[in-house]
Structure formats: structure tokens, C-alpha cells
């Protein structure tokens, strides 16, 4: 019997896997989920409950992710109590997928692998779930060789043709979307027309539908436009055949970005709003932040100031994505205390009934032995006592060291909201300025010089330390990744530009190394645009040392290109003038010398 019960486990859980996308949300009707979680009321420690906890955790992953996470780790903690392994890959197979796609990256890659290791040492054939997801990591962080990589470990495993079918197709599209970000058209097509015959032979929808968006994708990549809307129109029939809106709202973004290529504003209006909507709906950061941009890049010369209200919706995504993992990370502290709490009042019952029955088999065995078994049983309970009373004092502790923190983490994260919210500030007026300006006819090179501002930004809080307080950068790295960043922003293979960078200054104040920042991606944006148009080879020299003449800090750039009049240059742009705005601000003075190239110091 047990044997039997063991089988039907197994057959249970590689199903619900295979079938359901390896942790991807669960669609269930009110009445089932109402009757889930009243289920949950009757503390009853049992694989049941550890079942009811993962559904739960699958049915919240996109509408309320943080609860999904707190389902998926209650469930994870009693299955190992248990010793209920199927429960515990279940339930770390769920908070694995919902950790990656909220951006608790790290979270989401430490599950997944932890998650293979237990399915290698006792269930080799549930590999392939983790290998999809410790893929989905590396998809979120847009590193598409190590997710092909991962998937190719799938895709070659000797169980992979056991699985359902879903399962098996999951990893065929999986791949060819791979393919697709690696501009592999031709195997990125080879894999989607694979998924597109079989599954339709099948009645899988929703894989024809992944595959028809991941080959409308690859047709709006070769500029085959007729081509790539009929196969995203096909996608979108079959994702609404299958009942999916949440997929639906992402394809409709890829049929935006076709309907702006083809310049046909009101119907990539549309589908950009209508993806926005779905991000909003279901909480899909990354769709939100998607339909966002390419709403205010439709905008732009329609209505800048609609534009700029699209611009604020995706920073404050961003924002909130960052945000909503430091949520999570709190509430999971929350969680750990409630749970102990439980397992105090599980150790007194437990206690306490043993006492019981220890006073009732002396009671049985004799009279004679009744006062010595009482004797005994006192002393037991008062050792007991002073257990649970060292615990209790020992929890306590705890807990007031976590509240500590807490507030600690607390106060710095307002601290760092008020630097983010001051910081985006710069971004807002800078647009403002732009919006105002003639003249600026090159939407990209628009784009990729906000982009760069607000990379700018972004890799500053990206380098704070946060140990203690968040105003201090790591100048060093922040400068030497941000000059590399804006040069291979506007690198040419024709031209070959070496950036070469020297800084003696370790820390440096958050409020004085934004503007500084700023600088140095205006100062090498004009180099890469404008210095080395009349030749091939070029060198781009920055210092940033502390000059112990002046007793100021200085700003050293060098670049031997054509060269500019820094002080008396006749521009249309904004560059030069956010220079020297960003100058003042640092109360700096400058030296420039109108030698062969450009130079400039900056004193501050």
C-alpha cells in the first residue's frame, strides 16, 4: 500500500509540474481558492496542507506576489518538517518562479539550485524543472547565453521526451526565444515551426501561440513587417482561445512595436496601452515598463508632455520593482518569528502531554510508587519550565534585535527614496529643457543620450553602500562603469576608440558624484558623436585626482579627436549647456587649452 501511495506522488507531481509550465501562475475559479484557504484555518500539519499552501502560492503569483512568496516558504518549512520531499520540490519550484519574476533574482536563483541538487541526489528526472528555472533568472537578467546554456541541459536530458507534453514544449520555445535575443533567426525559426506543427496536431494552444509571437518577433527583426503581424495575429487568436490575458497583454506590446515601425500611431497606441493595462493588471513589472516606453516614444513628437507622463510610469516601475523586494525580504522576517512562535506552542503541548501520560502509567503500575513518580514529574516540570522560560527570553531577544533592524533598514530605505526622488528630479528637468529645444530632429540620438543620463543615475545607486548609510559611492568603479557604458552605447566597429581612466579618490558623496557623473556621459558622448568623425583610431584619457595645489579635487578629460572651443563653443544642443549647469553646481572652474583635440579641467 505504501509502495502504491508513493507512485501516485510521483505521478502527481511531475504532472502538476509539466502541465502547468514549471510554476507558472495558476488559474483557479473564487469558490476553489475561498475553499483553499479556509482549508488553512484548521491548523493541521499534514501533506495536505502542503499542497493547499502551493496551489495558493501559484494562484497569487502575478495578482499578490508577495503573499505567493510567504505561501510558497510556509509550505517549503512543513513539508522539510514532514519529510515530505515532492511537497518540498513543489514548493520550491513555486517560490523559485515567483522570486525571479519580481526581480528577487538572487532569491530566485538560490531556490532553483538548492531545488536541483535534492532532485539529482532523489528524483533525477525533475532536473529539467530547475534547469527552466535557474534559465528564467538568466532571462530576467538578459543574459541569453547562460540561459541557452541551462536549456540545452533540458533539451538534452534522456527524460525529456517522458514528460507531458507541455513540458517538453515549454523547453522547445523556451529556446527558440533564446535564438531570438541572439538574433539566430534562422534556428529561432526553426525551433518555433517545430512547436507550431506538433502542437497544433496536439490541441496545445498555448504553445502555438509562443511560437507564432516568437516568429512575429523574429519577422519585426528582419523588417518583414506584413509577415510579422500576421504571425503575432495568429498568436493572439490562440492565447485567447486558451483563456490566457495575461499572455495576451504581453504580445499585444509586440504588436505595438510593429504598428510604430510601420508608422501607424493609433493602432500601436492601442496594443501599447492595452499591454499596459495587462501589466498593471497582473503586477508584470517588466510589461508595465515595456508598453511605458514605447508609449512615450510614440509620443514624443505627438505629445512631448504625454511623453513625459509615460516616462514618470516606467520610473516609478522601476522603483517599485525595487521597492517590492525589500517588502518581500521584511515580511519574510515577519513570517520566520510568527513561525517560531507556533513551534514554542507545538513544544508546550507536546510537553504537557507528556506529562500527562507519564502521571497516568505511574498512577497504572502502582500506589506504592505514585509519590515518587509525582516527585519526579515536578521536577521535570519545573526543568520544563525553565526551558520554556529561557526560550521565551531567548525569542524575545531576537525578536527586539529584528524590530532594530527593521527600523534601521527602514530609515535608510526613506533615506534612499528621498535621494532616488531628488535624483530622478535631474532626469524630469533635463526633459523639460529638451522639450522645449528646436533643432533635435534625431529621435535616437535623443533616446540613447537620456538613456545614458539615466543610466547614470541608476548605476550611482547601483554602487552606494548601504551597510551603514546611503551616501557614500564607490567612485572608482561608478566612473570606470559608466564611461564604459556610454562609450559602448555609441561604439562604432569602424572606429577603434580606446577609454582609459585613472581615479585616486576611493569614496565619494552621493550629492557631489551625480552631477559629476553627468559630466563625464556628457563629456564622452561628444567625444564618441562629434571627435572622431575624420578618423579612425582614437583615445579618450579621464582623471579624477585630488591636486594639492589648489587644495580641490580635479576633473582631468583628454580626448584626440577634432577638438572644441569649450568656452566659446556655438551650439544648438543642450550638452555643453548641462555642462556647464553641472559645473556650477559643483562650484568648479575650468581650464581648456585649444591644443590638437580637446582638453578640459574642472576644478571642485
Known amino acids: 500500500m505504501p509502495n502504491s501511495r508513493l507512485k501516485i506522488s510521483i505521478l502527481f507531481f511531475i504532472t502538476a509540474l509539466a502541465t502547468s509550465g514549471f510554476g507558472q501562475p495558476l488559474s483557479l475559479p473564487t469558490k476553489e481558492v475561498d475553499r483553499l484557504k479556509q482549508n488553512l484555518t484548521v491548523f493541521k500539519e499534514d501533506t495536505n496542507r502542503v499542497v493547499n499552501l502551493w496551489r495558493l502560492a501559484r494562484y497569487h503569483t502575478m495578482t499578490e506576489p508577495r503573499q505567493a512568496v510567504l505561501y510558497a516558504t510556509e509550505a517549503i518549512t512543513l513539508a522539510r518538517k514532514l519529510n515530505y520531499t515532492y511537497g518540498e520540490l513543489i514548493s520550491m519550484q513555486a517560490l523559485s518562479f515567483v522570486s525571479t519574476i519580481t526581480g528577487d533574482w538572487q532569491n530566485g536563483m538560490q531556490t532553483a539550485y538548492e531545488g536541483l541538487k535534492i532532485s539529482q541526489t532523489k528524483y533525477p528526472k525533475l532536473e529539467i524543472v530547475f534547469y527552466n528555472l535557474i534559465a528564467l533568472v538568466y532571462e530576467k537578467q538578459q543574459d541569453s547565453k547562460q540561459r541557452l546554456e541551462w536549456l540545452l541541459k533540458a533539451y ?294 537620456n538613456q545614458n543620463r539615466i543610466h547614470s543615475i541608476a548605476l550611482l545607486h547601483k554602487k552606494l553602500n548601504l551597510t551603514d548609510s546611503v551616501n557614500d559611492v564607490d567612485l572608482k568603479r561608478y566612473i570606470t562603469d559608466l564611461s564604459e557604458l556610454v562609450k559602448d552605447s555609441y561604439d562604432n566597429k569602424f572606429k577603434n576608440v580606446n577609454l582609459f581612466i585613472t581615479c585616486t579618490i576611493e569614496t565619494f558623496p552621493i550629492s557631489k558624484a551625480l552631477p559629476l557623473g553627468l559630466i563625464i556621459v556628457e563629456l564622452v558622448s561628444n567625444s564618441m558623436k562629434h571627435a572622431f568623425k575624420n578618423q579612425q583610431n582614437g583615445i579618450i584619457n579621464i582623471e579624477i585626482t585630488y591636486d594639492a595645489h589648489s587644495k580641490k579635487n580635479c576633473l582631468y578629460y583628454i580626448d584626440n579627436g577634432e577638438g572644441f572651443d569649450f568656452v566659446n563653443v556655438e551650439t544648438k544642443g543642450l550638452g555643453v549647456e548641462i555642462m556647464k549647469g553641472l559645473i556650477d553646481q559643483l562650484n568648479g572652474k575650468i581650464e581648456t587649452s585649444l591644443k590638437k583635440g580637446f582638453e578640459l579641467k574642472i576644478y571642485f
Open 156 to 449: 538534452h536530458h534522456p527524460e525529456i521526451n517522458s514528460l507531458p507534453n507541455n513540458g517538453k514544449w515549454l523547453i522547445y520555445h523556451n529556446i527558440g526565444e533564446v535564438y531570438e535575443n541572439l538574433n539566430e533567426y534562422d534556428s529561432a525559426m526553426k525551433y518555433s515551426e517545430i512547436i507550431d506543427i506538433n502542437c497544433r496536431k496536439l490541441n496545445i494552444p498555448i504553445e502555438v501561440s509562443y511560437a507564432n509571437a516568437i516568429m512575429g518577433r523574429v519577422e519585426k527583426k528582419r523588417k518583414n513587417y506584413a509577415e510579422a503581424l500576421q504571425y503575432l495575429k495568429i498568436a493572439m487568436s490562440f492565447s485567447n482561445k486558451f483563456g490566457n490575458p495575461f499572455l495576451e497583454s504581453e504580445q499585444s506590446v509586440d504588436l505595438a512595436s510593429v504598428f510604430h515601425a510601420i508608422h501607424q500611431p493609433d493602432s500601436a497606441i492601442f496594443y501599447a496601452e492595452k499591454a499596459l493595462d495587462g501589466g498593471r493588471k497582473f503586477k508584470n513589472l517588466v510589461l508595465t515598463a515595456s508598453a511605458a516606453k514605447l508609449l512615450a516614444e510614440i509620443y514624443e513628437h505627438k505629445n512631448p508632455s504625454k511623453a513625459i507622463s509615460y516616462l514618470k510610469i516606467l520610473n516609478a516601475t522601476n522603483d517599485s520593482l525595487y521597492t517590492a523586494t525589500r517588502i518581500i525580504q521584511t515580511q519574510n522576517i515577519v513570517n520566520t518569528i510568527q513561525q517560531r512562535e507556533r513551534d514554542l506552542k507545538e513544544a508546550k503541548k507536546d510537553y504537557d502531554n507528556s506529562i500527562r501520560q507519564n502521571a497516568l502509567i505511574g498512577f497504572l503500575i502502582s500506589l506504592g510508587l505514585l509519590t515518587l513518580i509525582l516527585i519526579r514529574n515536578n521536577r521535570q516540570k519545573q526543568k520544563g519550565v525553565a526551558i520554556l522560560k529561557d526560550k521565551n527570553r531567548e525569542i524575545s531577544l531576537q525578536k527586539d534585535e529584528i524590530e532594530k533592524t527593521m527600523e534601521q533598514k527602514q530609515m535608510l530605505l526613506s533615506e534612499l527614496q528621498h535621494r532616488v526622488k531628488n535624483n530622478l528630479q535631474y532626469v524630469i528637468s533635463i526633459l523639460e529643457i529638451q522639450k522645449e529645444s528646436v533643432n533635435y530632429s534625431n529621435i535616437d540620438d535623443l533616446i540613447k543620450s
